[in-house]
Each structure stands twice: as structure tokens, then as C-alpha cells.
């Protein structure tokens, strides 16, 4: 009988010291368990390959100036005047990524609320293991209507502007990838090349 | 009778009974295998605690050795050295899991027993956001490592925030490796993981602000107990070091701890969005758990009152809450003193302060010293028992639950085992004047059944019932009272047997006991010593 004012008697249940071998047996189990789920294997994922492209750049401004006139500059306070007013954009960029001539095409754009940051690209491609022709493309969409016209060859945009923009950049070659292996095409250090960054050991940590 | 514990959402009703069930089941077979008084199931809070002392022992000690500038190759060193380094760290991680195991019990108990909403809602919501808190501490401890599965958590992580308009750039890039990885990740990481902790202190101190006489720790036989078998099993199976991240390879081949990073197989693949939404579902699922439970209408529990004209100003009612819902504050009717004061917003009516007071000037409606007096009356009334009877007065939740309900007829109370059955909402609201009343009506016997002590839905009411018969505690079962007459027994919801095993054991003494006075043949002596231990001096 558990409780308090129990007269000690004989009780059903087992001796003390059965109990504290199989208490001490249940949690032994019990932690066996747990240890044993603290390694659970991950479900297998597949053996596909990754083409990673991952650089970060400073968008391009495309701005359209015109010089003010006496009367507008004599408008403005003195401590404001100038002789140019600007009004721009930062462009987008356009990512062509062909792949064994299969070709994604993506748009990204410079970040931030006022698209006013750097344009990041960061995406994965999945292909099988084993060679590949890949090529990259990474060029700037430049357009007063502001989204989807290309700069042509003379460098001028729907407005007969000439405009300066930066020149295209492109990664041609053909990968040989293993089993998971991530071929990681990036900027060089200059940030004038697409280069391929392709190593089987990871670089160390800083020290 | 005591409330019926099922929320207002017919769906949240059915998940506590059916949890409530297969928990008691549950406490039922732990109880034969540890024994009530060190049932790990009873403990889960206080074994959380205990698991966050040895995860500080063990992560300062871990801490010495380990390396920003070469993570994995520190972890490396650590695990190379059997006797220094490799059962420590495997004790680190084994003891976090068995604090996610023994959290996520601790809630499920809270649940199921309709713990959660009203005065406890603070304390349900405060560990809800320890309990992920918890989870975010483990992710950077992981992370640490900078293994495989260190590799991946910290990219699908960063995938997941990538989506939402946080960063000023896809952190998802500092994995790329087209540049090593910066050491200020590494400090970052492990910064995290030891301010987590410090503010895991700060929540908690949140989560049992309301609980009077708080139990942090478990008893000691049962924390040795677990720390050994802890220990024994991180030095018979010691963690293995998976193979150090590598950014240009898709990692593979890796466990993952189930407790801290089940969510890494269920959201590779899935829509950043789409995991964040689940995230959010379930938070809030959580978080409004007390709203969904809460008990409305009619079947909300009155909170207790003290009539001024009763209460003598003796502040025991104010000791004996386990919420601190009662104060004492001056008198307004001209007398000299204090009173007792309910605060409506802590009291979960549970009863205890009825038990309390011996002028019987407080309790919820229905539930005071005197209406206790009154129901036991009409209850001789239908049923006087006899010299040879037990009289049982089981709290509705422990084995004898519903008894009085299930098998009361028109003309006669419930039984079980053969003895009259009393319903009280919780032991610890019982008067003892009730004990007396029936003993010196004529009963055999007196028993009272309730929860093991430490599964108390109301904290207390075990210890204070104990302490007011057998150790002289207001509202004190008086020194005239026979205590052979009187038993206070322990049983779980699914412990019948074993009640009516005490039942009828407690019978064949009261009529051993009754031979004995009719043959006149030993001197009686109606005082009894109380036995040494008391459950509340173990700080059960």
C-alpha cells in the first residue's frame, strides 16, 4: 500500500530491488533510443549534380541628363543650383544559363526596397552527373520603358540615346561532374570574368 | 463533482481524453516499473531543468577545446580523446535530446490535463516559446560542428530566411564557396549558442512566475540515476563526427537528430514560403491552445471567495495556494487584522484554500468546509456506513475516477471495491473535519485516494493533505481522531487494482481492528506518532 499511515505489511508488488534492476533496465533501453535516433540516416537524396551560379555585382545607372536653363538654375536656391539635372534607374540584368543547349533565361534585379543595392545572382541548376557543355550569360537589360528592351549594338536605347552600358559577360566550357558535385560558376577577383570556381576539397576556414 | 475537463472546440475535447488516457496508461506502467515517488513521467519539468545543468557543465568543459578558426577540426580533437573529450561530448548531445523528449512530454501532460488555459496560460505560452527556443539553441549548436549535417542545416536555414525581406542579401551565398568561410560565422554561431541559454533563463523565470514553491530540480536518486545511465551509454555509444562540410559537394551520408532536426528531411525540396507558412500554423496553433481550452459559461470553474465573516485573518489559506492567488489585505468591516483576498485572475479553483481553513470562511461555491460538511452528511444520510465499512474519498481524477458517477443509484452512492465512495475535486481540498465527521458517524474506516503526489493537477494537494492529518497542519485532522481509522493512499488513474487491493487490505485491518475493541483484549491507544518522512520535507 503506498501512502502515508500504511501498517508495513507484505505488498503484491515486486521487491525493492527487483524494481530498481528493471527501472534501471527500462532506462537504459530508453536512453539506447534515443541515442539511436540522435543519428537517424537522412533519407537519401539523389546523385545529382549542381551548377551553381552565384556572383554579386553593382547595377548599372541609366541616366538621362539635360542642362538647365539660367532661368531654371536663378529658380533654385543658391546653395542648390546646378547645371544638370539627372534622372535615372538602376537597370536589371538578364542570367542565361544553357546547359547541353537547353537554355533557362532569369531576370534579376538590383535589391533593396529602391532598387538601389547590388544585383545578386544566386541559383542552382540540377543536372545528372557526368560532362556537360555549359554556357552563362549575365547581360544588362537597358530600356526607357524600363524592363525588357536590350541595348543594341550601337549602344542606344528605344530613345535614341546613346548609352554607355556595361559590357556582357560570358562563360563558355564544359564540366565534368561527379556524384553531388557543385561546379560554381562566379565573378573573378577583378569582377570583369565569369570564371568557373570547381573544387572536390572545400577551402579552410579563415584563421 | 469535479468539472469536466473538456474545452470548448469538440476537437481539442477529444484530444485531451484521448491523451489524457493514453497518458495515465502511460503513468499506470511507469508506476510499476519506478515507483510513483521517482516516475520520470511525473518529473518532466524539473528533468528539463536538470538536463540544462548538465548541458552547462558539459558545454563550459566543451567550450575550452573548441575552435572558431577550425570547428570541425577542434570537434575532431575532442572526439579523438576517449577519456577527456569524447564521452563528454556525446553526454552534451544525448542529455539535449532527452530534455526535447522529456519538454515535449512536460506539454503534452499540461495539455491533455487542461493545464493550460486561464491562470496558466502564461506558463502554457511561455513554454511554448521555450520549447522553440530550445530548438533554435540546438540548431546552433549544431551548426558548430560544421559537419555534413551542420552544412546542411545551415543551408537549408538560409534558404528559408532567404525568402522573407530580412537580409539585404541571400545569406544562402556565404555557403557557396567560392570564398572560405568567414571565422565571424563561426563566432556568431557560437555566440548564439551560449547567449540562447542565458535568455532560456530569463523565459523560464517567466514560465513559473506563478507558481508558488516552485520545483526546478528533480529528486536527487532519480537525476543521478539519469545522469548515469547517460553517461554509461555516451561512453558505450559515443556520437560519431560525420565528415567535415564541403561547399562545393551536395552533402550526403549524414544522421540526423530527430529531436532538434526532424524538420531537415521534411522541408528539403519544399517552397521556402510554403514551410514558413506551416511554421506559422502550427506557432499559432500552439500559442492559442488556452483560447481554444478555456472553459466558458457554465462550466467555467468558479474562483474561490472568502466570506470576511468566516475568516479569522490566520493566513494559512494564503500559504497553502500553490498559485499565490490569495493575499491578505486589511479589513474594511471594522475588525482588527487581515483578510483573505482572492485574486479571481490566478485561482484555477482547485480547492485547496476549503481544506485550508478551519473556520471553513473560504473555497469556491459548492466546494467550502461546509458544503463539504453538508454533502457528507446527506451521504450518511442514504448510506450510514458501518463499524466494519470503508468509506472511500477519491479525488476525481485519480483511480476512482467517475466511480461515484458510474454506479450511484437513486437511493445510494457510489462504490467501489466494495467502499461508499466521497468524489473530491482534488485531495487537497478535502476538510478534515469531513474525516471526522464520518469516522465518529460510525465508518470503519476512512481512506482517501489521490494522485501520486507529484502528478497533483494542482501542485500541492497530496503534501497538504498529508501534512494536515498526519503532522498537524492547519486545517489540522484533530488528535482524537483514530488514526488506524484513517489511510491516505496514492493511485494513478489506471491503477485500480492496486486501489482496490488497498481497499481491501485497509478493510480486513479495520475489522482486525474492531475484533480487537469488541474483545476488549489490548489497550487502545488512539494516538498514532506520524511516520518520519513527509512528502512535502522530500519536496515532492
Partial sequence: ???????????????????????????????????????????????????????????????????????????????MRKTEECTGRFVDYEVTLEVDGVTTIDTVSPSGARRDRPVYVFQDAIVEPGPHAVAVRFRALIGATGGREVLDETGRDDTGQDTEGPAPLEWRGSVNLSDREIALVTLDPTGTHLIRFGQSVAPSAER | MPASSSGLNGVTGLFQALGRRSLAHLDALFNRVYGWRYNPLYHTGALVVGCLVVLSVTGIYLLLFYRIGSPWASVERITSQPFTGRWIRTLHRYVSDVAVVAAVVHAFRMAVQDRAWGPRALAWVSGVVLFG????????????????????????????????????????????????????????????????????????????????????MPPRPLFRGMVAVLVVVSVAWPARLDPEADLLRVPSDFGVDVFYNFWLPLTRGAPAGGVWLVILALSALALSYPALTRRRGARAPVPSFVHPRHCTGCEQCYHDCPYEAISMIPRDDGRDGLVGFVDASRCVSCGICSGSCAPMGVGPDGRTGRDQLRDVKEFISRDAPGPLDVVLVACGRGAARGAAAASATAGAPGSFAGASVIEVSCAGSLHTSVIEYLVRAGAGGVMIASCPPRDCWNREGVAWLEARVYEGREAELQDRVDRRRVRIVHAAEFERASLTADIELFRAQVQALDRALSEGSIDIDTTCEPPAVSVAAEGL
Fill in chain 2, 133 to 216: 527556443v530550445f530548438l533554435l539553441c540546438g540548431w546552433t549548436g549544431y551548426v558548430m560542428v560544421w559537419d555534413t549535417q551542420a552544412q546542411m542545416l545551415a543551408m537549408e536555414g538560409a534558404r528559408l530566411f532567404d525568402v522573407l525581406p530580412i537580409f539585404s542579401e541571400p545569406i544562402g551565398r556565404t555557403f557557396v564557396g567560392e570564398q572560405a568561410m568567414p571565422s565571424a560565422f563561426f563566432f556568431t554561431n557560437l555566440f548564439a549558442h551560449i547567449a540562447i541559454p542565458v535568455g532560456l533563463l530569463l523565459i523560464l523565470w517567466i514560465h513559473v512566475s506563478r507558481l508558488a514553491r516552485t520545483t526546478l
Fill in chain 1, 1 to 79: 500500500m503506498s501512502g502515508r499511515g500504511a501498517t508495513p505489511t507484505t505488498s503484491a508488488r515486486a521487491p525493492d530491488r527487483i524494481r530498481a534492476a528493471v527501472s534501471i533496465a527500462v532506462s537504459l533501453l530508453f536512453v539506447l533510443v534515443i541515442a539511436w535516433l540522435s543519428f537517424a540516416p537522412m533519407p537519401p537524396s539523389s546523385s545529382d549534380a549542381v551548377i551553381r551560379l552565384s556572383w554579386r555585382t553593382q547595377p548599372f545607372r541609366l541616366e538621362q541628363c539635360r542642362t538647365l536653363s539660367a532661368e531654371e538654375q536663378a529658380a533654385l536656391a543658391a546653395h
